[in-house]
């Protein structure tokens, strides 16, 4: 390995570092922000709480691993650019292929390690989380009824509790619906209630307290029924829940590593029956297992070229160009799956097209920049009192740099 590898190389291990961890940091703030009052204060053991943020730390670093790459080496080059490093190894012969072959090489190496991460590591941390909010939910109900908010989640009933007791699984003043038939309707209030789940029967019991229950068809509403009660119990089956409690036997697609993703997929095409919205949703996530990382190859295609033009650097304005980056590649994947999963678009298209859409910016970046050399500036970064012609001024740059070098070889000859 020669000293220009290593010294680039060496470069980029700060800013990847500092980069991935203030990316992580603000997904788990805003991880916090979403569910810290749902978790915290509801009785649950800080082991649970923990482990719960812990998995899904998976999901998080398989986003940021990708937007680090191209902020750390938008960083680098771009304060490699601002000190003239590049335009003396420029006038050196050194070419920004050669500058950009490192940090290539590592990008592939880390794609690589991203596909073995998200095709088998990230499955398993994500079925291990629906575990523990299954486990979470058997066990405290309550936790997922929000006070004051109609819940639709329990089947044929909308739930509306005015006040909540996590730590008893009590609820206080309910409204409970009874959706399942069109002609008539059935409406349970009560003064309090409590929610648990029963592993013999299935279901979510209600036990309700001092209420009163009205019904009504609409073909013949003289015939209003209300009914007072002391106690009453309703069951809710808990179809979702006990699906997840099969560990061994049900995943869902994002649940699947790549060998029980591939193999579902040639049960399905050997089938006739194969449902269409399944199949589509199982390529949507096998083509996104190798999209997703080889974006990290492709966003050092465009921030080296990219980081050479800058004559500023720093790793606000390099987070601020990733971000645009990244939201235009997030925007593309995002739409893509859902045209995918919708039967508009093959998977592969919708999953392939924000990477080719980086490979071009990329390559147009690149040759542009080969052409008119590495100090070309982006006007916005740099300020000019005059229009001048940016390809003059490179060339200009170049030629100064080869002149002080010749310069300096030819004192140091004399000297000896």
């Known amino acids: 390995m020669s000293i220009l590898t290593r010294y680039i190389l060496r470069e980029h291990i700060a800013p990847f570092i500092y980069s991935l961890a203030l990316i992580v940091f603000i997904f788990v703030l805003n991880l916090l922000f979403q569910m810290l009052g749902k978790v915290v204060g509801k009785g649950l053991e800080w082991s649970v709480i923990l482990e719960f943020f812990f998995l899904n730390l998976a999901w998080i670093v398989s986003l940021a691993i990708p937007m680090s790459v191209l902020v750390s080496v938008l960083t680098t080059f771009s304060r490699l650019s601002a000190d003239l490093e590049i335009i003396a190894l420029r006038a050196s012969g050194v070419s920004l292929f050669r500058l950009m072959k490192p940090v290539l090489f590592a990008s592939v190496i880390l794609a690589a390690a991203m596909i073995y991460f998200n095709g088998w590591m990230l499955p398993e941390f994500n079925h291990r989380l629906r575990e523990l909010h299954a486990a979470i939910t058997r066990k405290r109900p309550v936790l997922a009824i929000e006070a004051g908010v109609f819940n639709f989640d329990l089947g044929r009933y909308v739930l509306l509790a005015d006040s909540m007791d996590h730590k008893h699984n009590k609820m206080h003043r309910l409204l409970i619906q009874d959706e399942a038939y069109l002609d008539r309707k059935t409406t349970i209030r009560a003064d309090e209630g409590t929610l648990h789940y029963s592993n013999t029967a299935r279901s979510f019991v209600f036990t309700m307290n001092r209420g009163v229950v009205h019904r009504f068809k609409w073909a013949t509403p003289e015939n209003y029924e209300v009914i007072t009660f002391d106690s009453a119990i309703v069951k809710v089956p808990a179809t979702d829940v006990e699906l997840e409690r099969g560990t061994s036997t049900y995943r869902s697609d994002r649940e699947m590593t790549l060998k029980m993703m591939i193999q579902n997929i040639r049960e399905m095409k050997q089938r006739n029956d194969t449902d269409p919205k399944l199949y589509n949703s199982l390529m949507v996530e096998l083509h996104k297992k190798f999209s997703i990382p080889t974006a990290c190859i492709l966003f050092v295609i465009i921030a080296v070229p990219l980081g050479a033009r800058l004559q500023r650097g720093g790793m606000g304005l390099s987070a601020a160009l990733s971000t645009f980056f990244f ?44 052409k008119q050399g590495t100090a070309f500036a982006i006007p916005f970064f740099k300020m000019k009192k005059k229009d001048e012609s940016l390809e003059t001024e490179s060339e ?19 000297n000896q």
């Open 327 to 370: 939201l235009v590649y997030w925007v593309f994947l995002i739409a893509g799956e859902d045209y995918a999963d919708r039967n508009v678009l093959p998977a592969w298209v919708a999953m392939w097209t924000p990477n080719i859409l980086m490979f071009l910016i990329g390559i147009v970046l690149f040759l542009t920049t080969t």
């Open 396 to 414: 200009f740059d170049i030629e100064t740099a080869e002149r002080l070098l010749k310069q300096k070889q030819s004192e140091e000859k004399t």
